[in-house]
Structure formats: structure tokens, C-alpha cells
């Protein structure tokens, strides 16, 4: 999983996407639905982010905090939203404060080596995301690109994350049925050098970045710009729906 963003600059898109988060999780309200999370309500989405912000920030001290009373008590606090924004700021003080070479648990294909890296990295996509899920219940529908805070960079930054690390690995759904034949998927960013082909089989993904787009070639293709493309894949936004990419990766791609 290649960036090009340095630690700063994750920790930056953290802060952004956790100031979003809670402007429009306060704007919806605590029990309104999530049109992006079925079966979601704003305050059940602020619980689950911050027992990860909670979660992330305890592995990277070496401690393993337990999940479901963390969460309980987010959704059951007088103010969760005060209590979603003390936990990003406890998980940026972690990171701040940890080694390159601190221990803490990872995952997804090709790691950074560094798990502080890895962890500030997979933290800002995780906040940006579910905080286009506030937005989107602020807003009562699935927001357009335009309508985010995301930056080309971060979203070019959160392709290679998805791509070459969620897809690719042994648990990915993303499969074809048994007996049908193997398929390649063209992801192309029309506001970057490069695209990606994903193989789809009975088999793992396999997943290959092409810096120069023009070589990607496959039997499906989906095109928009990164921000758009980075909500799309994400299942957080209907506006590139119309390709014929969807149907396989709406029945078996990550969440």
C-alpha cells in the first residue's frame, strides 16, 4: 500500500474529517438514520467511531481495550459527540507520541511497517468515511463529491489503501461465482497519472496499480474523478452507479 502523504498530513485529514463529523452529527441529530449505514442512527455511528478512535489509541499504549463497553458507553453519554471528540484527541496523542518502531497490531496486504503509520493512516480514511456518513444524515440522502470536504490528494491516497490493501486480502468477499469466468475491473481516476485493474475470481483479488493508466486495460471499467471514485467504491455516494462495475461490487466488496 504506497502513500505519498506523510504522518502530518494523515493527521491533518483526521482532524478535518473529525471537525465534519462532528458538525454534522450535531446538525442531524443523535437518533436520525445513516442513508449510508442501513439500520444505523447518528448515535450508534459516533459510538462505533469512537470506540475505534478508543481502540486504536489503547493498542498503540500496548493495551487491548474491550470493544462492546467502550461503544455502550459513547452511545449512552450525556453529550457523545464531546465524548467522540475526546477520543480523537486522545488517539492523535497516542500517535504523536509513539515510535516508528512502537508494536501494535495491523493488517491489511502490504502494511506500512511502521504500525504508527499504518494506524494514523487507516484512522484518517476511517474517520473521513464515517464522516460522509454524518454528513449523509445531515443531509437525509447519499452526498455528492462536491458536497465533502475531501481533498484530491487524500482520496487518491484512500484509493491505494482500498485497492491494494482491503481488496486483496484472504477474507475479501469480492469474488465470482464458482464455474463463472474471471473478470478484471478498471478503476481509472481521471484526475491522476495512474489506474488500477483488479482481478476478480473464484480466487483472492489481485490487485495491480498501473502508474501509467493508459497500460490498464479489463473487461469493466469505472471512471471519476478521485473524490468521487473514493466515495463511490466506499459505497457512500450513487453517483458513478451507473456502470456496470456495481452489481459485482455492491454483492461482495468491503464496507
Given at each position: 500500500m504506497p502513500t505519498s502523504l506523510t504522518l502530518e498530513q494523515h493527521l491533518a485529514g483526521l482532524h478535518a474529517a473529525m471537525l465534519a463529523f462532528a458538525r454534522h452529527a450535531g446538525a442531524a441529530g443523535l437518533d436520525v438514520p445513516v442513508p449510508t449505514c442501513p439500520e444505523w442512527t447518528v448515535r450508534r455511528l459516533v459510538g462505533h467511531q469512537g470506540?475505534?478512535?478508543?481502540?486504536?489509541?489503547?493498542?498503540?499504549?500496548?493495551?487491548?481495550?474491550?470493544?462492546a463497553p467502550v461503544e455502550k458507553a459513547g452511545r449512552s453519554s450525556a453529550d457523545p459527540v464531546d465524548w467522540l471528540r475526546d477520543g480523537a484527541i486522545a488517539l492523535v496523542r497516542a500517535l504523536v507520541e509513539a515510535d516508528d518502531d512502537t508494536p501494535a497490531p495491523v493488517f491489511l496486504a502490504d502494511p506500512p511497517a511502521s504500525p504508527r503509520r499504518f494506524w494514523a493512516r487507516r484512522l484518517c480514511h476511517e474517520t473521513t468515511i464515517h464522516g460522509v456518513d454524518a454528513l449523509a444524515a445531515d443531509l437525509g440522502?447519499?452526498?455528492?463529491?462536491?458536497?465533502?470536504?475531501?481533498?484530491?490528494?487524500?482520496?487518491?491516497?484512500?484509493?491505494?489503501?482500498?485497492?491494494?490493501?482491503?481488496?486483496?486480502?484472504?477474507?475479501?468477499?469480492?469474488?465470482?461465482?464458482?464455474?463463472?469466468?474471471?473478470?478484471?475491473?478498471?478503476?481509472?481516476?481521471?484526475?491522476?497519472?495512474?489506474?488500477?485493474?483488479?482481478?476478480?475470481?473464484?480466487?483472492?483479488?489481485?490487485?495491480?496499480?498501473?502508474?501509467d493508466g493508459a497500460a490498464a486495460a479489463g473487461d469493466r471499467e469505472v471512471t471519476g474523478n478521485a473524490v468521487q471514485l473514493y466515495l463511490a467504491l466506499w459505497h457512500r455516494s450513487d453517483e458513478l452507479a451507473a456502470s456496470d462495475v456495481w452489481p459485482l461490487w455492491h454483492h461482495a466488496a468491503v464496507r
Open positions: 470506540a475505534v478512535h478508543r481502540w486504536a489509541a489503547g493498542a498503540l499504549r500496548g493495551e487491548d481495550l474491550d470493544w440522502r447519499l452526498p455528492r463529491a462536491e458536497e465533502t470536504w475531501i481533498e484530491r490528494d487524500l482520496a487518491l491516497d484512500g484509493l491505494d489503501e482500498l485497492l491494494l490493501g482491503f481488496v486483496p486480502r484472504e477474507r475479501s468477499r469480492l469474488r465470482t461465482e464458482p464455474g463463472e469466468a474471471p473478470v478484471t475491473l478498471v478503476v481509472r481516476p481521471t484526475d491522476a497519472d495512474h489506474a488500477y485493474t483488479v482481478r476478480v475470481s473464484d480466487d483472492v483479488p489481485v490487485t495491480v496499480r498501473h502508474d
